[in-house]
């Protein structure tokens, strides 16, 4: 089957962008104070020879797709050498078809080829590079073409993913759960998305595990740059009452402190949600209950402001196929490193896992599949943030605002690289500053995701590849 409005990749360029953090933020084990954001431009062709552009972007974050102990170096350099190996093979792949087809079907088949290939060459130091580092080099090439898919049909990108565009039905992509079969069947991604998606979204706020929450935590080398250093300085000045806590994972003393800290600080400002990401690194579930129970005794606020836990556990789903019911049976028990695509959210349920966080990290066609499947089996859904800073951030805004989410959509660029982002907020402000505890998303019109590039004024470098037809 096909449409006159397929199209096929012709040409990609890709650029790297530098960004340094105001502050470190910390994942896993690991800190990091800077970041590469990879961004790619991709043209498109239609089956009448029509020629569009499409962009993408998405920030290298190596500490989270690729935690080890070994050098941080060797991986960040990695995955910058597979984004140049993407941008080939994209601008040659030679499939026709939707956005969400052609995504699926790179996945599921070039991709997988290429990373095992890419991996033999790898010295010991760093490799073998996941999947989920793969998934993240990949996206801003699948990103790019449903932008270019918009572009070209004059539309919104999310306007396209029904029947009238696509090619195939869910059921060509989904399977259902054995315990609760869905119907696939003459189904499309818009019939699980918001019908009216909101024009604003509570915006969450990152509490890293290194960041001061109040003068006793000061070392005296925070920045004096204008933006706030302390939780209580940022409350105060974005209106937030939606707060992420990063915790250790291996330190049940101090992953209640931090929660019992920084639930005190919120209460102070008023109604408060919270989260707790036990960062994969807790090794089976007692860990988890054992504070829950503790804070539901001791701390029974706080725990109430609790909305969800997100993946304490291992990333490897099918190598720690452990049992979570007792975690979920206490809160929301949510995917996030482990969703890597819809098999995988269909067994964190089997397991007994009760929501997911979808990231557009994982490419855009990965996360709607694994939105589909989700909702029609009753899990709930977040929006995750990557730390997106630039066009990064106006993607996963707009998933956020079509997902219909637990509560809103994590937002930590405005916090850890504000000013890297100034280009962007110029024409889109309300994505870029929080005020009131939320993120607009009013300024976003026009084709693709509504990017409005060309009203953007950022100088880029010279590409680091340029293939195809540009």
């Not at 991996?119 to 996941?130: A, E, F, T, V």
């Not at 049909?153 to 759960?177: E, G, K």
């Amino acid at each position: 089957m096909s449409k006159p409005t397929d199209l096929r990749p012709v040409g990609a360029e890709l650029w790297f962008l530098p960004v340094r953090m105001r502050m470190p933020i910390k994942f896993g084990r690991e800190t990091v104070a800077s970041i590469t954001c990879a961004r790619a431009r991709l043209v498109v062709r239609d089956r009448q020879g029509r020629t569009a552009e499409g962009w993408g972007e998405t920030p290298l974050s190596v500490t989270w797709a690729w935690p080890s102990a070994g050098a941080y170096e060797p991986r960040h350099l990695a995955m910058k050498d597979f984004c140049v190996r993407l941008a080939d093979a994209w601008a040659q792949r030679g499939a026709w078809g939707h956005p969400i087809e052609i995504g699926h079907d790179f996945a599921e088949e070039t991709l997988p080829a290429l990373l095992e290939e890419f991996n033999r060459k790898l010295p010991p130091d760093p490799g073998p590079m996941p999947r989920l580092a793969a998934l993240i080099c990949a996206s801003l090439f699948d990103l790019a073409l449903h932008d270019a898919y918009g572009v070209l049909h004059a539309t919104s990108t999310f306007a396209t993913y029904t029947s009238q565009w696509m090619n195939r039905d869910l059921a060509a992509f989904l399977d259902p759960a054995k315990d609760a079969p869905a119907d696939f069947r003459e189904k499309y991604p818009a019939d699980y998305l918001s019908r009216t998606p909101p024009s604003a979204l509570p915006a969450w706020h990152l509490v890293g595990g290194v960041d001061p929450l109040d003068e006793s935590d000061l070392t005296g080398h925070e920045p004096r740059d204008g933006y706030p250093a302390l939780l209580r300085e940022w409350i105060a000045r974005d209106g937030l009452n939606c707060l992420k806590i990063k915790l250790r994972g291996n330190d049940a003393a101090w992953d209640f402190a931090r929660i019992v800290r920084v639930g005190r600080i919120a209460e102070e400002h008023g109604q408060v949600f919270l989260s707790a990401d036990f960062n994969c690194t807790v090794a089976e579930p007692a860990y988890v209950t054992e504070i829950l129970d503790r804070l539901r005794r001791e701390q029974p606020s706080v725990f109430a402001s609790i909305l969800y836990v997100e993946q304490p556990f291992p990333y490897d789903l099918e190598a720690h196929p452990m049992d979570v019911r007792a975690v979920s049976a206490r809160k929301p028990l949510f995917l996030d490193e482990s969703a890597h695509d819809w098999r995988l959210v269909r067994l964190g349920r089997e397991l007994g896992w009760t929501g997911v966080a979808l990231k557009t990290c994982k490419t855009q066609s990965g996360a709607l599949l694994a939105l589909c499947w989700a909702k029609a089996h009753g899990m709930a859904l977040m929006v995750q943030d990557l730390t997106n800073p630039m066009l990064a951030m106006i993607p996963h805004a707009l998933l956020a605002a079509h997902a219909g989410t637990i509560m809103g959509v994590e937002t930590n660029a405005p916090q850890f690289y504000p000013e890297a982002s100034l280009p962007e907020a110029r024409i889109h402000p309300g994505l870029y500053r929080r005020r009131n505890g939320r993120i607009t998303l009013e300024t976003l019109r026009g084709p693709g995701f509504g990017y409005r590039l060309a009203e953007i004024s950022r100088k880029l470098p010279e590409p680091a590849v340029a293939a195809g037809t540009l």
